[in-house]
DNA sequence: CGATTCAGTCTACGAGTGTTGACTGAACGG
DNA sequence: CCGTTCAGTCAACACTCGTAGACTGAATCG
């Protein structure tokens, strides 16, 4: 019996199986939402066992947090028309497909209040900073209803499914560039 | 013992109990979304009691039918510009304070695929109605924005509560009436 | 090799859920 | 006035869930 060399060390299956139960987290809390998703099925998918997922994770809310954690958008500075330009390349790469990691934190916000917490937080602090270098002292109002514009494509799109929005991205953001610009320079 | 007049006929109070059980149900449906909704709350909220809830309304499942039950829109017709202000009136009006009936179908909408497939349904049928009557040949792509701008409005507004969107509905029309105008018109 | 660590499996517990059915007393109808 | 109906109450059931802990066998290390 050879023994030399093990099928895999212990670290690569535990990165593995780590890998396999995160992947499967982020689309089963994406489809179904918080409260749907159960560890048992995720541990299913994943071809894993539910005691393993909570010694690896600790607990359903700490999987979900690593699950659904919202990556940091690049920073927004410059003239309102450079704004409106790195506004218009955010909201492209949110309309690209599938960004499971979102959708999960998009979909659970409206029913885990933690959730609803990190998705509201970066949303404002990203709001802030656009509304600081807007003119007109509707500034913060404008950079809201981009804010709210954005979301309403993004949920529109992944999660209702909207006739008209399974458009390609450059036909939506065509229709909606011009009106982000608007709203950045107060036209 | 005086037995001519009761306190209240059963009819009336079995009115009376029902009304307050679908109050109850819509605030809390509509702050906590359906899972996170508990029969029981919902008795205790109305003062009453679990399964009375069951014995009146048959299920949780047709308690959140008839609390979530979504008004139907008055018909959008007449030329861009009229369209663009009936959008605009009705857009007014589901920014109006805590429209707690809507919001349970809307913050349901993420995590009961049947309430998503009611807000779906309810929202793509105005839409296609809309569509029809705009110029252009992107007239679909632009109605569905205008949709997802609606959306996105009021999810800001009632259940996110992002910066900015907490403006009287006034300030907000000022800013959004002549973007929806635009997408209606096509300029 | 021998002892230890650890990935993975299995079983079970305690809490909370929707739902059911028996029971009580007051309103109802004749 | 008496039998029936029905609003309201209470306790229990069946089930699912997150979670804890014991156990197994293979990888690891001295």
């Keep these: 019996m050879r023994r ?3 099928m895999a060390t212990r670290v690569e299956q535990r990165q593995r199986t780590e890998a396999r139960i995160l992947t499967a987290a982020r689309r089963l809390f994406g489809e179904h939402g918080f409260d749907r998703t159960t ?7 994943a071809g894993s066992d539910p005691g393993l997922v909570m010694r ?3 607990s359903k809310e700490k999987l979900f947090a690593q ?3 919202i990556p940091a958008d690049r920073p927004i500075e410059g003239s309102p028309e ?8 955010a909201l492209t790469d949110k309309l690209a497909d599938e960004p499971t990691a979102a959708l999960a934190a ?3 916000m409206f029913s885990h209040p933690e959730a609803a917490e990190e998705v509201r937080a970066a949303m ?3 709001q802030r900073q656009v509304a600081a270098q807007l003119p007109g002292d509707d500034a913060v109002l404008r950079s809201g209803v981009i804010g709210a514009l954005t979301l309403g494509l993004v949920v529109s799109r992944h999660l209702v499914r ?8 450059e036909e939506l953001i065509a229709v909606v560039g011009p009106i982000i610009e608007e709203l950045a320079t107060g036209a």
Excluded: H, M, V
């Design 4 to 6: 030399l060399k093990p």
């Design 39 to 45: 560890i048992r099925a995720i541990a299913t998918e």
């Design 56 to 58: 690896y994770f600790g």
């Design 67 to 69: 699950a659904a954690a």
């Design 82 to 89: 450079q704004i409106a330009r790195l506004l218009t390349a």
């Design 106 to 108: 998009l979909r659970a």
């Design 124 to 126: 404002t602090s990203q």
């Design 162 to 169: 909207l006739d008209g929005l399974d458009a390609s991205p």
